[in-house]
C-alpha cells in the first residue's frame, strides 16, 4: 500500500533539506551577528493560549484536539504567544532588551495555496524592552540583512514601511472611533486583493454614504511614497489638541526611523507605503513588509511593533 504526504506538508529528500538548512545556517548567522539569542517552545501548547490572543474565530484555523488528559491543545500556528508565555514566566530575572530568535515549523489548518502551506518553517526574531524607534529600525536592518546574505539586493527586493499609530490619528480625523478604524484597517490590510466595488461595500457597512469619499482620501494617502510628502500630509490633517501633539511627535519618530535605517545601509531598501497595515490586530506601531521589488507576489516576509 502505497501512503501520501499529508495535503499542505512537505518531505525533504536529502537535496531539498540541504537547501533548507543553508537557509537556516544563514538566518541563524544573520541574527547572531546582531547579538540575538537562539531559543525554543514546544510545537504543543494550550489552545487557549491562542483564542487569548486573537479570538475564538482562530480555532478554525488551527490543528486542535483534546489530548488523552483532557486538555484542549493545538500545534503551534505561530511563536508569539509562545515568546510571550517564555517572557512572562521569567520577566523579572531577564536583562532588557531582550533580543530572542526561533527558527522552527508552524502549522495552519487553511488551504494550501502558492507559498502558503499548512506546516511551514519561519524564522522569528524579537526585541522585548525597547521603547524607541532603535528597535524598528534594527529588526527591519536584520530583514535586510538576511535577504542580502542570499545575494539579493534592492534591485531585487524593498522593504514596505507603514505605520499604525499614523492610520489610527487618520482615521480619527474621519471620525472614527476604535472600533470603527479597527474595522477600516481590516479592510484596508486587504484593498490590494479586493474589487473595488467590493471594497466600498464593505466600507458602506461602517460609513455609509460617504464610503466612496472616504476611499478616494484612503487611496490618496496610499499614493504617498516619500516622507516630505508625509509629514505634509499629516501636518494638513483636522487635528486639534493632544491628537495634534501626538502626530508631531510621530512625524518626528518617523524622521529618526529614517534616519537610524539610512545610517545602517539600507535606505536603498525602504519604500513608504501606507498600503501595508498588517492584518493582526494586536500591532501598535510600525509595521512592514518585504516584497519583490516587482511587488508581485505574496510578501516574503513582514513584522512590527505590538506593545
Known amino acids: 500500500m502505497q501512503f501520501e504526504t499529508l495535503p499542505g506538508f512537505r518531505e525533504f529528500y536529502p537535496e531539498a533539506c540541504a537547501r533548507r538548512n543553508h537557509i537556516f545556517g544563514c538566518w541563524r548567522s544573520v541574527a547572531r551577528a546582531f547579538n540575538f539569542l537562539e531559543y525554543d517552545a514546544p510545537v504543543l501548547e494550550p489552545l487557549e493560549l491562542y483564542i487569548e490572543k486573537s479570538g475564538e474565530e482562530i480555532v478554525g484555523q488551527l490543528f486542535n484536539f483534546e489530548d488523552r488528559g483532557g486538555r484542549a491543545v493545538a500545534l503551534r500556528p505561530e511563536m508569539t504567544p509562545s515568546l510571550a508565555r517564555l517572557i512572562g514566566a521569567k520577566a523579572n530575572s531577564l536583562k532588557r532588551p531582550v533580543k530572542w530568535f526561533n527558527i522552527g515549523e508552524h502549522y495552519r489548518y487553511e488551504r494550501p495555496q502558492k507559498g502558503r502551506l499548512r506546516a511551514f518553517y519561519q524564522l522569528n526574531v524579537d526585541i522585548l524592552g525597547e521603547q524607541g524607534p532603535a528597535a524598528d529600525a534594527e529588526l527591519i536592518t ?108 510621530r512625524i518626528e519618530e518617523w524622521s529618526q ?39 508581485e507576489g505574496r510578501a516574503l516576509a513582514g513584522g512590527g511593533r505590538y506593545d
Open 142 to 249: 536584520l530583514l535586510c540583512q538576511s535577504l542580502k546574505s542570499f545575494g539579493l539586493n534592492n534591485s531585487d527586493f524593498k522593504i514596505r514601511l507603514s505605520d499604525r499609530d499614523l492610520w489610527l490619528l487618520m482615521l480619527a480625523a474621519e471620525g472614527l472611533d476604535e472600533a470603527g478604524s479597527a474595522s477600516v484597517l481590516g479592510i484596508i490590510d486587504k484593498l490590494e486583493r479586493t474589487d473595488r466595488t467590493k471594497t466600498i461595500e464593505r466600507l458602506s457597512s461602517i460609513l455609509g454614504d460617504e464610503a466612496e469619499d472616504f476611499l478616494g482620501r484612503i487611496e490618496e494617502a496610499i499614493a504617498i511614497h516619500d516622507f516630505d510628502t508625509l509629514r505634509s500630509y499629516i501636518k494638513n490633517l483636522p487635528l486639534e489638541g493632544d491628537l495634534a501633539a501626538v502626530a508631531n511627535a
Open 257 to 295: 526611523l529614517l534616519r537610524n535605517l539610512k545610517a545602517s545601509g539600507v535606505g536603498d531598501f525602504i519604500q513608504i507605503d501606507l498600503g501595508i497595515v498588517r492584518g493582526l490586530a494586536y500591532y501598535t506601531g510600525f509595521v512592514f513588509e518585504a516584497f519583490e521589488a516587482s511587488g
